[in-house]
């Protein structure tokens, strides 16, 4: 059984930075497509950028509300891929989530939540 845990949560200013990565133990996570989603309470789940598998081209997706500002990675040898978050604003506060959608089915980590306020 397939196992994500992100982490890196914590409580921000605005304008400051945050690293979340989604580790996945016993896993190999580069030949996924990974994805991170945040939930803020009372609002539905946004996914805010994606990761193909290092077999295909990498290629990355953000959604206009992070673009510029997030940065999505992988780094095979240590099996993980992170979120890079700068210039962080009040409305990024929300619980964050890591994605590997399967053939067979989509699996999510417990989520890590991501509080920016001064």
């Known amino acids: 059984q397939l196992q994500l845990v992100e982490s890196g949560g914590g409580l921000v200013q605005p304008g400051g930075s945050l690293r979340l990565p989604c580790a996945a133990p016993?896993?190999?996570?580069?030949?996924?497509?990974i994805g991170w989603f945040r939930q803020a309470p009372g609002k539905e789940r946004e996914g805010i950028s994606c990761?193909?598998?290092?077999?295909?081209?990498?290629?990355?997706y953000y959604s206009d509300s992070v673009k510029g500002r997030f940065t999505i990675s992988r780094d095979d040898a240590k099996n993980t891929v992170y979120l890079q978050m700068n210039n962080l604003k009040p409305e990024d506060t929300a619980v964050y989530y890591c994605n590997l959608k399967s053939q067979v089915a989509d699996y999510w980590g417990q989520g890590t939540q991501v509080t920016v306020s001064s």
């Open positions: 990761i193909s598998s290092s077999d295909s081209d990498g290629s990355t």
């Open positions: 016993g896993s190999s996570l580069e030949y996924y497509a």
